[in-house]
Structures are given as structure tokens and as C-alpha cells.
């Protein structure tokens, strides 16, 4: 079982950055991939970003690729993205999901969740 909170997120002008954290519980982090994922009122649930398990590996969706980077720090059981050139099309509550295997693009694959957190970018 994993825990996993979000933290973070806030309202920022466009063109700034923001990192969020997600703090697992559980001593198994280190075995899992990790990912985020946003979702803006109205709208599905869609990839952002993952991190394989050993934290070698990481992908993006094309939408936040090169702006977007994903980490993973074992020891601290915790998971950053850091977002920099933030635009209003960014705007989400954004989550944090643990996944038993790397470069999973769909939410029904992650069996952890955690509460989200919301990013604002006005237009």
C-alpha cells in the first residue's frame, strides 16, 4: 500500500515556475514508477509526465515537453515536477500517481493516487 500526497501548487503568472512535490508513504517507493497527471475542469485526466523506478528513465507528454521535468529522490520518497514557462493552458489540479511499471500513459494503469493540487495560470 502507498500513500501519496501532493503539495505545491498555487496561482502563478505565465512565464513562471512552480515545483511540486509528492511525499510517498511505505517503505516500497523505490519500487514503483511514478507519474504526474492534471486534469482541468471538464476534461479527462491526461499524462504529464513519468519516471521510471530506478529514476533513469523519463517522459513527457509533448505538450510540457521541454518546460516540464520530473524527478525522483528514492531516499526522500518523493516525486518533483518542476514546471518553468508555465502557460494558462496549464491551468489543472494535478496529480500524483504510483505505478508498477514505467511509460504507463493512462490513469486505469496507476493502483496509488494521490489528492491533487491545484495550479492556476491566468490568462
Known amino acids: 500500500q502507498v500513500q501519496l500526497v501532493e503539495s505545491g501548487g498555487g496561482a502563478v503568472q505565465a512565464g513562471d515556475s512552480l515545483r511540486l512535490s509528492c511525499v510517498a508513504s511505505g517503505r516500497t517507493f523505490s519500487r514503483y514508477a511514478m507519474a504526474w497527471f492534471r486534469q482541468a475542469p471538464g476534461k479527462e485526466r491526461y499524462f504529464v509526465a513519468g519516471i521510471s523506478v530506478t529514476g533513469g528513465r523519463t517522459y513527457y507528454a509533448d505538450s510540457v515537453k521541454g518546460r516540464f521535468t520530473i524527478s525522483k529522490d528514492n531516499a526522500k520518497n518523493t516525486v518533483y515536477l518542476q514546471m518553468s514557462s508555465l502557460k494558462p493552458e496549464d491551468t489543472a489540479v494535478y496529480y500524483c500517481?504510483?505505478?508498477?511499471?514505467?511509460?504507463?500513459?493512462?490513469?486505469?494503469?496507476?493502483?496509488?493516487w494521490g489528492q491533487g493540487t491545484q495550479v492556476t495560470v491566468p490568462s
Open positions: 500517481a504510483a505505478g508498477t511499471e514505467s511509460r504507463l500513459y493512462y490513469p486505469h494503469e496507476y493502483s496509488y
